[in-house]
């Protein structure tokens, strides 16, 4: 199951981190954003960015987050950069989670799960042209949005995050607000661990998890305490302001989740304590002090 080989990988390396590649222009070395002239060379060099970032923490890291926004907003070169990433990663070892919090009706939520998890089939050949282990979703519009993605999970072994609260500031609008007795958070979190009951393996996680950041520590806790079998995807760390303190309250018995730091690491060549460093050479370096500092919030080292 996919959720078990994701936590024997965590466990291998000792290490709950998924490097984000939420990469653009910006993000690039100056020699790099100069060869970005037309969107075709955006695309090349975003690539160029990751490949070199994946060869650098594929032995120290158990996954890459691609967040597929950041491509999007380059249009099909930029697309054609997220296709290759995933592959790549694939290609590596890497565990691939695209983040693309999709989600709609039923049959439109089956089209985005053939995009991303279970493909189409063209002469006798199934095909899936952005493939990844694990994808985020939107569950807000209920079960039948969701259905679609944990079929296709069940018959090809893949996995959901699903979003149940998230790190942005203002998520507590909605997200904290009292319905039926419980938060919205709570109620999302009943629905899809009711829903990926049947997809729960050895350690006792399954592999329709939950997104829940690390910006909001007392909730986080809240739901690891009510919701043991949920595995977290945990945006927030680094430069959004968590650390491996606050992370330590959604995990249970040392697993339970697994960490995105996307800026931190793609932009660590920008810091003095890796001043001189190549960007892949800083980025293995960040790694390697977020898994530290995670072991020590986690485990208390």
């Known amino acids: 199951m996919i959720i078990d080989n994701l936590i024997d990988r965590i466990l291998e390396l000792d290490n709950p981190t998924a490097v984000g590649l939420d990469t653009q222009v910006d993000y690039l070395p100056e020699e790099m954003q100069n060869k ?120 090809y072994d893949k996995g959901l995050f699903v979003l149940v609260k998230t790190s942005n500031p203002s998520s507590g609008e909605l997200q904290d607000k009292v319905m039926n007795g419980k938060t919205l958070y709570e109620n999302m979190a009943d629905l899809i661990t009711e829903l990926g009951s049947d997809l729960v393996g050895k350690y006792g996680f399954s592999s329709v998890g939950a997104v829940v950041g690390a910006t909001h520590k007392n ?25 491996g303190k606050d992370i330590s309250v959604s995990f249970r018995d040392g697993i339970g989740g697994i960490v995105n730091n996307s800026r931190g690491i793609l932009c660590a060549y920008r810091k003095d304590e890796y001043k001189g460093q190549t960007y892949f050479e800083a980025a293995r370096n960040a790694v390697i002090n977020m898994k530290n500092d995670l072991s020590q919030g986690i485990k208390g080292e």
């Open 36 to 155: 970005c002239v037309t969107l075709a060379d955006i695309g090349e060099q975003i690539f160029e960015f990751n490949k070199n970032i994946i060869d650098n923490i594929k032995d120290i890291a158990p996954a890459v987050k691609v967040q597929v926004a950041y491509y999007e907003q380059y249009g099909v070169e930029g697309m054609k950069a997220f296709k290759r990433t995933l592959e790549y990663a694939k290609q590596n070892g890497l565990f691939t989670i695209a983040d693309i919090k999709r989600n709609d009706i039923g049959s439109t939520a089956g089209a985005y799960s053939r995009a991303y998890l279970s493909g189409i089939e063209i002469n006798g050949v199934r095909q899936v042209e952005f493939e990844a282990d694990f994808i985020t979703v939107n569950g807000y519009l209920g079960s039948d949005g969701l259905m679609p993605f944990i079929e296709d999970c069940k018959k």
């Open 219 to 243: 909730q986080a806790l809240d739901i690891r305490q009510k919701y043991p079998n949920l595995f977290f995807l945990i945006p927030g760390y680094g430069a959004q302001g968590g650390n």
